[in-house]
């Protein structure tokens, strides 16, 4: 569990990547989406004892952040963007990671090594160097490196970019089968990464907390509110004007454009009111700041 009392972080004089955050993350896959600069890295880096906060505290499983050291035994991290050396092969890289993190018995950690290169499906890679690894290998290795040594607490930020399809599914059931009996908190922008997998998920936004719920909770923010509407060019040019009303997507079809809206009210006459998505709940809930 992770309990976040009253953080704050203030990097210049103006600006406050995050204030006065209070959130407790239990066991469990718990999602964090935002849009850019709504502080989820900051936030990670502070748990992770990368970085430290400017104010409030921070229990890891019951360890204040200044036990750093005891902290990063039993935390899985996977950066937004990981450095990987490059003439390492992926194996001595693991392999490397491994003794940083205290798995001492080299029989032991050979197999650790062996399982998790088989679970993000790098085993026969894995005697390559990394300079030859595509963008979405690389990421996978990341992946491994966090969930090596079993840790009892993974964050994992903006894990899926980079991944394929396939590959994405795949890293979801990961994380998910990781998360039984382990706190998982994973940060995205992308809702459907949290949608399969985040029973409670939380919304940060300018560097607070603008939500804390189950999913059910955050689509209802959207409740009454998402329209499906087909009007002619010039109508669809007033309602992409109308700062009252964000759209989600549209299309054309014969004779005008179909369009899904976000609006307090009826955009049009003959709008046909839809039930919202997870993803209409949280766009409601940011405004525009979607991206
Ligand atoms: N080292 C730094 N120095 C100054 N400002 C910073 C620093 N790191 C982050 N910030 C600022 O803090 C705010 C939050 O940034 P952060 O990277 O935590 O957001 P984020 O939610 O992770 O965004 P993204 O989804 O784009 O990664 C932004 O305004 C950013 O410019």
Request: include cysteine; proline fraction near 5%.
């Amino acid at each position: 569990m992770i309990k976040i009392e009253d953080l704050s972080k203030q990097f210049k004089k103006d600006v406050w990547a995050i204030r006065n955050l209070n959130l407790t993350i239990p066991t469990g896959m718990f999602g964090l989406l935002g849009p850019n600069a709504a502080g989820k890295t900051t936030l990670m880096q502070i748990l992770a004892t990368l970085l430290n906060p400017t104010s409030g505290t921070v229990r890891i499983n019951g360890r204040p952040l200044s036990d750093a050291e005891e902290i990063r035994q039993i935390i899985g991290y996977l950066p937004q963007f990981i450095e990987i050396y490059p003439h390492m092969t992926g194996y001595d890289f693991l392999d490397y990671i491994g003794v940083m993190k205290g798995m001492n018995d080299p029989r032991l950690r050979k197999s650790a090594i062996d399982t998790i290169l088989e679970k993000v499906n790098l085993q026969t890679k894995a005697k390559d160097k990394v300079r030859t690894y595509s963008g979405g290998m690389k990421q996978r290795l990341g992946i491994a490196q966090a969930l090596l040594a079993s840790p009892e607490i993974l964050i994992v930020d903006e894990p899926t970019a980079g991944l394929d399809p396939e590959e994405r599914i795949r890293f979801r059931h990961l994380l998910s089968e990781f998360s039984i009996k382990r706190t998982v908190l994973l940060s995205t922008h992308i809702v459907s990464d949290i949608e399969s997998s985040c029973q409670r998920l939380a919304v940060m936004k300018q560097g607070v907390l603008a939500f804390v719920g189950s999913q059910r909770q955050l689509q209802a923010r959207a409740e009454g509110k998402v329209w499906q509407v087909e009007v002619k060019e010039e109508q669809f040019l007033r309602l992409v004007g109308n700062p009252e009303i964000q759209l989600i997507h549209s299309r054309r079809i014969p004779g005008g454009i179909q369009c899904k809206l976000i609006a307090s009210d009826s955009p049009t006459a003959n709008a046909l009111s839809l039930s919202p998505s997870l993803e209409d709940g949280y766009l409601a809930l940011i405004g525009g700041e979607a991206s």
